[in-house]
T-cell receptor, first 114, second 117 residues
Framework: DAMVIQNPRYQVTQFGKPVTLSCSQTLNHNVMYWYQQKSSQAPKLLFHYYDKDFNNEADTPDNFQSRRPNTSFCFLDIRSPGLGDAAMYLC?????????????FGQGTRLTVV | AQKVTQAQTEISVVEKEDVTLDCVYETRDTTYYLFWYKQPPSGELVFLIRRNSFDEQNEISGRYSWNFQKSTSSFNFTITASQVVDSAVYFCALSAMTTDSWGKLQFGAGTQVVVTP
């Protein structure tokens, strides 16, 4: 059974049109992450939530925002997608207060910008 | 700053051959975790193994084994008797062992493994 679920698997959006990607988890993990993975590249961390505390990576563009309304859900908002934002977006979760630190990833959402 | 280098871009083997993936890392942290993840064409990153920086014991888990050498900052990964289903991109990753860094992974560029029948 999938533990980190991302919807949709594939998303096509128009240049400049706001888009939201969603992630849910059944693991009750207190940390949720969003990674961006462009074609043939390594995943790159955009930001993460530790409970309700938002932590942005220094080089994440302002165009990217995130919301976490509760423990189970986290959203990635792209306010004005550009062609360069086409990528696979991966959500991950982990538990911070134990030593079991591997991150569990969802299947990703592949975003196309037209 | 952390850095993970996977020098091999692609490795092609015939089924049943062994495959060894190289990983070299840089970190100023004294304690850290090292990981290997597999990314099949479907896109999901699948956790394979984790190693703590203070435990250099090498192990075998099924067809997977790893060689962690702190002296050379290397964390190599071997698939024994490869199968077609092993075809995927394999990522080596590093995470500092601090409470605000758990799960924050620094990935290498990945190595594409192609296993042909």
């Amino acid at each position: 059974d999938a533990m980190v679920i991302q919807n949709p698997r594939y998303q096509v959006t128009q240049f400049g049109k706001p888009v939201t990607l969603s992630c849910s988890q059944t693991l009750n993990h207190n940390v949720m992450y969003w990674y961006q993975q462009k074609s043939s590249q390594a995943p790159k961390l955009l930001f993460h939530y530790y409970d309700k505390d938002f932590n942005n990576e220094a080089d994440t563009p302002d165009n990217f925002q995130s919301r976490r309304p509760n423990t189970s859900f986290c959203f990635l908002d792209i306010r004005s997608p550009g062609l360069g934002d086409a990528a696979m977006y991966l959500c991950a979760t982990s538990r911070r207060d134990t030593l079991n630190t591997e991150a569990f990833f969802g299947q990703g959402t592949r975003l196309t910008v037209v | 700053a952390q850095k993970v280098t996977q020098a091999q871009t692609e490795i092609s083997v015939v089924e049943k051959e062994d495959v060894t993936l190289d990983c070299v890392y840089e970190t100023r942290d004294t304690t850290y975790y090292l990981f290997w993840y597999k990314q099949p064409p479907s896109g999901e990153l699948v956790f394979l193994i984790r190693r703590n920086s203070f435990d250099e014991q090498n192990e075998i888990s099924g067809r997977y084994s790893w060689n962690f050498q702190k002296s050379t900052s290397s964390f190599n990964f071997t698939i024994t008797a490869s199968q077609v289903v092993d075809s995927a991109v394999y990522f080596c990753a590093l995470s500092a062992m601090t409470t605000d860094s758990w799960g924050k992974l620094q990935f290498g560029a990945g190595t594409q493994v192609v296993v042909t029948p």
